[in-house]
């Protein structure tokens, strides 16, 4: 990997070198699905028999295509590359930058005429300042939700406890009175249960017995991205839902329960962030924060019809909180509109918004056109019909290198990041599907990690150098290739087996892997819904710490929204 020069402006910035690889290594294949469905009993007696059969994990290894990493190595195609277990890419910062911390500053309320869906931010500031309503009646009203749905209680794990929750808000109220409000003085807001609030526990989705006996109690510190917020006043409704280990794209959760897909309740919110997508599509919250190892933020952004931002993989700290996933996990904002976007942007990564933001006019949109066309006719009708709409300038991008092993590559590097690193190849405890995961994982060994790390850095190399050629382009696909995915009756209760459905986990992660796998920044904004009411996301991938431009991109879309058919196309 290169190291930081005057020229690019960058540490660690990988060089530009399209791949010298096959014709075959070309060409665009879905991954073959052919894992059976399974759920209840026969689910937990397999994971039982997988968990204790070493020559069975490996069987269910190779079946699972993994040892296609290893054989890239093997036909002569990495030679060129080094090893790459870290995508941290980031801008070096100017002298003096970032130091004396960053204010966050109130935002103001919504343009009404735009009749927006949700309530900003900005909004309850607004009512608040105005005297419309207050931070303890606001507290008061979500309590009641919370009680009298049994569904929206799921979207959490650790809620803030009531009476903790009515004092912090008759605070907040009584600063208000005084006039000495904080920037986000009552703004609604829930952090992912994986990321660090002090006083509360931890479980990362893991029943609460065992996420104790391998985590411990409630955590001392505060994950620093999280800090701005708690410190400017935000009502903290507490720890949301994720799936256990964030090992999946669902959120199905039987140690917890799973909360449902507020636009469709018979549809998963997805995952593994899907108690903060649910929390701001329901109108809970303005913004939530997530975790991103592969979709993570996005994919639950797209299912429940909002903003989810995926930053530059280092770009915001998340000390003292341990990743899951170092190799391709980072923290960002959900939110229910673009411009709590950049405000929970810029207040994780403590960095002021640019002076002179770019403009979003001026991006080139990369597709891929085989990759970009293989999803359902509603997805990549509504996805087409927004790029239509945004009239930026198309590139029509080559064939990725690798594509379809790059992908397996990030599923063998999180898996192992996961069940090796993090578990240390104990899925004692863990719900069956997990169970299978986390003992196949056993199977990886180190050379199919470094090869993966080659793969990775070939990627990132090939992507230099497109961005060297069209340094204004961002790749645009749909997030997920499909609008949702069906709850399996009977899984989404507390106390059940769960649900293994690895075909529709692999197809929801069609786009979003890249990403994490780059260390690449990238954005999911709604377009529109299906046709039973699901919402349906695009998504834009900018060159590492491109931000401000993803971010501008989501703004002028939100503005464009309201011209556009934000319904099912004929």
Known sequence: MSTTTAANGFTNYPPAQLASVPESAKTYTTPPQKNPTLKGLPLTLLSHVISAIGPLQTVLW???????????????????????????????????????????????????????????????????????????????????????????????????????????????????????????EGVPFVVKDEVDVAGFPKTMGMAADVAAQRIGGPAEETTSSVKPFLEAGVLFLGKSSMHELGLDTTNNNPNWGTPPNPYNAGYYPGGSSGGSGAAVGAGLVPIAVGADGGGSIRVPASYCGVYGLKPTHGRIDISPTLSLAPSVGVVGPITATAKDLRLAYHAMSRTPPSPSPPSSEKLKFGIYKPWFDDCTPVVHNLVTAAIETLQNPIIQVPAFPYLSESRTAHAVTILNDIGNVFCRGDASGLTPANRVLISVSRKTTPADIAAAGKLRQLLMSHLSALWEEHPDMVIVTPTTPHSGVRIVPGTEVRGGAGVSDANSSLRSMQYVWMANWTGCPAVSVPVGYDEEGVPVGLMAMGRWGAEEALVALAERWERFRIVTVNAVPV
């Open 62 to 184: 190779k079946n699972a295509g993994f040892g296609v990493v290893a054989e890239v190595e093997r036909s002569g195609g990495l030679e060129r590359y080094e090893v790459n277990h870290d995508p941290t890419v980031l801008p070096v910062k100017a002298e003096g930058e970032g130091e004396g911390g960053y204010r966050i500053v109130a935002p103001e309320r919504q343009d009404p005429s735009t009749k927006p869906v949700f309530y900003s931010a900005g909004d309850f500031i607004a009512a608040y300042k105005e005297g419309t309503t207050t931070p303890l009646v606001v507290a008061e009203r979500i309590l009641q939700l919370l009680e009298n749905d049994a569904a929206l209680r799921r979207i959490f794990i650790t809620p803030t406890p009531r009476e903790e929750l009515l004092a912090n808000a008759r605070e907040s109220t009584e600063r208000y009175a005084a006039g000495t409000p904080r920037a986000l």
